[in-house]
């Protein structure tokens, strides 16, 4: 192999398209864009949703709802799942590592389902009133 005979691979380089170059070039006079028109121009662009200055459809509609970016990262364990777990120390990444959260979990609350009847250690993991109370009942605590 030699430099002078590298090449780029087939299909790799596109040739440029000389527009406006006569009729003889296929893309003369109007350049391949039809008749005249705000497409037809210099950066004739027209924005998703324009209706030609009419009031857009999304602009017509009410605004309605909301989504918490917050409540995709965050989950509940249920007392009842932490008294099936092995572990006597739950922490976040516990609880990852055992698939009873997904991994893109942040916060974690426990709540007042179920029974617990070992006690359990939480760190870094919030707790509801109800669920504090029986794992405190358990023998076990709560450290936030």
């Known amino acids: 192999m030699h430099l002078n005979t590298l090449k780029p691979a087939p299909g790799s380089h596109k040739v440029k398209i000389r527009v406006g170059r006569g009729p003889g070039s296929g893309v003369g006079k109007n350049c391949g864009k039809g008749c005249n028109g705000q ?21 017509r509609l009410p605004k309605s709802g909301f989504s918490s970016w917050k409540k995709r990262c965050t989950n509940e364990v249920r007392l009842s799942q932490l008294d099936k777990l ?12 055992m ?10 609350k426990v709540i007042a389902t179920g029974a617990i009847n070992r006690p359990v250690t939480l760190k870094g993991i919030a707790a509801t009133a109800g669920a504090r109370v029986l794992i405190e009942a358990a023998g076990g605590q709560v450290l936030v």
């Not at 121009?41 to 209706?51: D, M, N, Q, S």
């Not at 698939?99 to 974690?108: L, S």
């Open 39 to 59: 497409k037809s121009r210099g950066k004739g662009k027209v924005a998703i949703g324009f209706e030609g200055g009419q009031m857009p459809l999304h602009r």
């Open 86 to 97: 092995s572990a006597t120390e739950v922490t976040l990444q516990g609880l990852k590592d």
């Open 99 to 108: 698939g009873v959260i997904g991994h893109n979990v942040k916060f974690v």
